[in-house]
């Protein structure tokens, strides 16, 4: 069958009154010319497409490795609220343009906002948004609908996060996978605190303690992808996709394996090694982690830990105990409770409420690009336990991230609702 035309969809751009304010604020400083315009704004963050009876919603910010900011997020929660809801909709591809799926959050966005909350609405939005791609069309009243990840580059953060629940993730030898937020004064977010708790062993608080990557062939190994497609052939195997006339599970893996090929790590490969990362990442604190895996490194055939070892002492002391104390939490966690615990850290961290190591950690990366950040306090030491109570206590119930609780009522709990949106009117 010839591949049917795309037709772009157009979501809420008839009446600015639906934006949010921040970005009606930039759409009308940048295009005075009229809707036309506008909707070419919009289409530069994100592309939304129906092809028939398939849906694709591309992240094109490519010069920014598809790093995820506040029009990025609201244009995915339209697009998959609209889809979800369209009967005719079949499956749905997500992919990225240029060498990345996505690098995850914004880091400069969020430090240009480190003066007040005015990076609250876009986490708000990233939260929600994380706990309705985990949940998508998977209630027994709906239509099935496939959900297809193509993965041909770096992924990282959020943008990992959009991959890994999704029913079929194809990966490529150009993958590279990361959480290394904690090496910027962040912690492990957008539902990873539920994701890697339920790895084998501990190799989630290894990922998450070391900012470790992966490649394609580890990803599939561990459940974080489930093919493997050589980078050449990707274009095809979209094509295929889109010519099926179903999104029947089935019938989108046969299309999927018509490409795929079994794949195994290799010799080095950290999976190899989990016996040693058992042994000292289920240590019970930060700083027994580090002494089990000195230790270790001790050992000529463990060359490959000091390295390691290297990075996680140049990460924030802060950021690490609160990582590690979030993953171990998730471990007897719902989904929706590592959610709510994810955005409580995360503002409690963008305001500051113990430390300002995240907005360090990104001038250090970012901005200025030095690579020296200075973390406060300076050692693991000295991050008290009454801190890391503070950032983990639980927000009064109008605050939290509100998800829904039946799939009768799914697409509640939006910013709009909520106290901090009429706060900002």
Request: a negative charge.
């Amino acid at each position: 069958m010839a591949q049917q035309q795309p037709n772009t969809d157009e979501v809420l751009i008839q009446s600015n009154k639906s934006l949010p304010l921040s970005i009606t604020s930039e759409i009308d400083q940048i295009t005075s010319g009229g809707d036309e315009l506008r909707c070419v704004l919009w289409v530069q963050v994100v592309l939304g497409q129906a092809i028939g009876g398939a849906r694709v919603v591309t992240l094109n910010r490519p010069r920014q490795l598809n790093g995820i900011n506040d029009r990025v997020v609201y244009l995915l929660a339209q697009f998959l609220e609209k889809w979800e809801k369209d009967d005719e909709a079949k499956l749905v591809i997500f992919k990225g343009t240029g060498r990345a799926f996505s690098a995850g959050g914004d880091l400069k966005m969020f430090y240009e906002g480190k003066s007040d909350d005015s990076c609250l609405e876009v986490v708000y939005r990233m939260y929600w948004l994380c706990y309705h791609i985990h949940t998508y069309k998977k209630s027994t009243v709906m239509p099935p609908l496939a959900l297809v990840a193509l993965v041909n580059g770096l992924v990282m953060g959020g943008g990992a996060a959009m991959v890994a629940p999704l029913k079929f993730a194809v990966v490529t030898e150009k993958t590279v996978f990361a959480t290394p937020e904690a090496s910027v004064g962040l912690h492990t977010d957008c539902s990873f605190s539920y994701i890697h708790s339920r790895l084998p062993g501990y190799l989630g608080e290894y990922l998450a303690l070391t900012g470790a990557r992966l490649n394609a062939m580890e990803m599939v190994s561990l459940g974080l992808a489930t093919h493997f497609v050589s980078s050449e052939k990707l274009e095809d195997l979209e094509k295929r996709i889109l010519n099926l006339e179903t999104g029947d599970e089935s019938e989108v893996r046969a299309a999927i394996e018509e490409f795929s090929t079994d794949v195994q790590p290799d010799e080095q490969s950290i999976l190899n090694k989990l016996p040693i990362i058992n042994k000292c990442f289920s240590a019970e604190t930060v700083e027994d982690i580090i002494k089990a895996f000195e230790s270790e490194a001790t050992n000529d055939e463990n060359q490959w830990i000091a390295p390691v070892l290297k990075g996680m002492r140049r990460s924030s002391p802060t950021a690490m105990k609160i990582t590690l104390r979030s993953i171990r939490e998730g471990r007897k966690q719902k989904l929706s409770e590592c959610l709510k615990k994810e955005f409580r850290l995360t503002m409690n961290i963008l305001r500051s409420v113990v430390t300002g190591d995240v907005y360090e950690g990104i001038r250090a990366l970012s901005i200025d690009k030095d690579n020296a950040p200075k973390w406060s306090p300076a050692t693991l030491e000295e991050v008290k336990n009454e801190d890391l109570d503070r950032v983990f206590q639980p927000f009064s119930s109008e605050q939290e991230l509100h998800v829904p609780s039946d799939d009768s009522n799914r697409w509640s709990g939006k910013y709009e609702t909520t106290v901090y949106a009429k706060a900002s009117q």
